[in-house]
């Protein structure tokens, strides 16, 4: 941090977003330009950035961009409306990686990276053409990423068996 009385610890940071509006612009510009490297460091600190799985580090990864985006933002477009759920969002980050700076591997965000990725496994293991109509699907809003995978699964199968004819 840049000074004293500048948060130093996650947590410190995390509770210096949640009282963003009741502090001067530039400490929490500068509060949101230090979490990103604080949020790695910690990790990577704790020894936990190697047992990481892919779909969490790009996740704390995209958290410092976020850190970053919000750190950069001219102070006068720090209004509540515009900067409320991007301070939230940043403060739940923050709370995140002290949680995986611990070991601690539970908790929505965890399950929706598991999530994330059986959905991922899922829909690689599609033939290409079948794995873009199920991004399709889902772009659509008319199905969520397993739902999709398995749809094209039973798919495939009853174009084979009932019709004859192979996935592409």
Known sequence: MTGPGHPRSLPELA???DQWTRQPREIIRTVARDAGPAMHDA???AGHWGSLSPTERAGVVWD????????TTDARHF???GMGV???ELAAAIRYAHLLSGGHR???RIDGGRLAD???ASLRSL???WRAEGLRRIALGGLDPLGAARSAAMAINMARNVYGIAPE
């Open 79 to 81: 209004d509540v409306a």
């Open 118 to 120: 059986e959905a991922n």
């Open 86 to 88: 991007r301070m939230a």
């Open 64 to 71: 410092m961009t976020t850190a970053h985006g919000v750190g």
């Open 15 to 17: 509770e210096a977003c």
């Open 43 to 45: 990790i990577v600190t």
């Open 127 to 129: 033939p290409e053409g």
């Open 106 to 108: 539970w908790g929505p």
